[in-house]
């Protein structure tokens, strides 16, 4: 595998933009350097994950700068000022409620497994296990607009979507290790392209574009006892397995945790709180324990990794050293975060399978640390949210 020189950034990636101070209200600690580095072939650990992850983050192609949120029975919301409002709610059924039994919002058709914007649109992908599994099929859909999309492909069983400036992938359905690639937006597709081992699953999937890598994995949970870790660095056409990855790596991706990066740096967080670090391509990890569960999505922007556990912000910026800062409401727990370069904010979403209708919450922070919870009407309560992402769609998104 080609050198991480040119480095890694999440597979939501956000852009640059400035780091700005934490609240004064804030408690900051630095945390250990982490565990041992590890090395050695990889072991059989643990597969799976659904939510939030199989997005290949922001697209930097030119047009409207938006957050857009995406999740249970085709949902999609969009936001046009930085995450302090959301608008054009829409989803294929208002009236459902997903309850994980009669309408199950987690597994199959009904669950969107990936967000990505390409080209100046908005990509989804819904469906998980293969079609046949459960009732219904999953879509792949497109938009310009954030409001209107159109069905590309449809019959889906799906692991993720990513993109990078050049192709668009499709992660395998559950139980099988093929994905599919297009390099014309999604008009023709091309595969299968092996992107699983080891592992009952995809999980999540990620380009982590700087170093034009795309990553997918499963989640190494109690139920999937190998993690299957895979990377590809000829943009999406093959994947394999770096040359070693730790058996307590990766766990549990399924909503929140995922990837991260920095120039020379490729970082992966499991939502056990254990997060594994790389800056030889995969052939040494250095291993760090949070010491919290129920980790959010990853954001790295400006030279550092964030991410979230209840009541505080964990940052890095070299995959050893964390500082944990105490969040203005130690009760907060986000889950679907990215930050929107353009109008300086992070914005976000409660985290957990039953963050939705009235438990479902929307937050903006200028900082990371400092949480405001919008108000209904600036955000609509409904179907689960499990992707949210900036990108760039076409002109006149916005108007």
């Known amino acids: 595998m080609r050198n991480l020189g040119y480095g890694l950034l999440v597979l939501w990636l956000i852009g640059c933009g400035t780091d700005l101070p934490a609240s004064e209200h804030a408690q900051t600690t630095t945390v250990g350097a982490g565990g041992a580095a590890s090395t050695g072939t990889t072991s059989s650990g643990l597969g799976g994950d659904a939510g939030s992850g199989g997005a290949g983050g922001a697209d930097a192609d030119p047009g409207v700068p938006v957050l857009m949120v995406a999740g249970g029975l085709g949902r999609t919301m969009m936001s046009c000022d930085g995450g302090h409002s959301w608008r054009h709610h829409r989803s294929d059924d208002d009236q459902a409620h997903c309850d994980y039994q009669t309408v199950d919002c987690a597994h199959g058709a009904l669950v969107t497994r990936g967000l990505t914007f390409h080209r100046g649109r908005a990509y989804t992908v819904s ?71 080891n592992s009952w699953n995809v999980r999540r999937m990620a380009y982590v574009r700087p170093a034009g890598i795309f990553v997918s994995s499963g989640d190494g949970g109690p139920f999937e006892p190998n993690n299957g870790f895979a990377m590809s660095v000829d943009d999406g056409a093959t994947f394999s397995r770096p040359a070693s990855y730790p058996e307590a790596c990766g766990r549990q991706l399924r909503i929140e945790g995922g990837f991260g990066g920095l120039p020379g740096l490729l970082l992966v967080a499991g939502d056990d709180g254990t997060v594994c670090s790389t800056t030889d391509d995969g052939a040494t990890w250095n291993v760090v324990d949070l010491g919290h569960t129920g980790l959010s999505h990853v954001v790295s922007r400006d030279g550092a990794i964030e991410v979230w556990t209840r009541g505080a912000r964990h940052r890095t910026t070299d995959g050893v050293a964390f500082e944990t800062t105490a969040l203005d409401d130690p009760q907060l727990a986000l889950g679907p975060v990215d930050y929107d370069p353009v109008h300086g904010t992070y914005a976000a979403v409660n985290r957990g399978y039953n963050a939705s209708y009235d438990q479902q919450r929307f937050y903006v922070s200028s900082d990371g640390v400092a949480w405001t919870e919008l108000a209904e009407a600036d955000a609509v309560r409904s179907h689960p949210i499990t992707q949210l992402r900036f990108g760039y769609l076409t002109a006149g998104a916005c108007d």
């Open 127 to 197: 469906g998980w296990t293969h079609v046949n599994s459960l009732p219904g099929a999953g879509e792949l859909r497109v938009s310009g607009d954030g409001v209107s999309f159109s069905v590309v492909r449809d019959g889906l069983g799906s692991g993720g979507l990513a993109s990078s400036e050049t192709a668009l992938l499709l992660g395998p359905a559950s139980g099988s290790p093929d994905g599919e690639r297009s390099v014309d937006e999604g008009a023709t597709w091309s595969g299968p392209i092996a992107m699983l081992f």
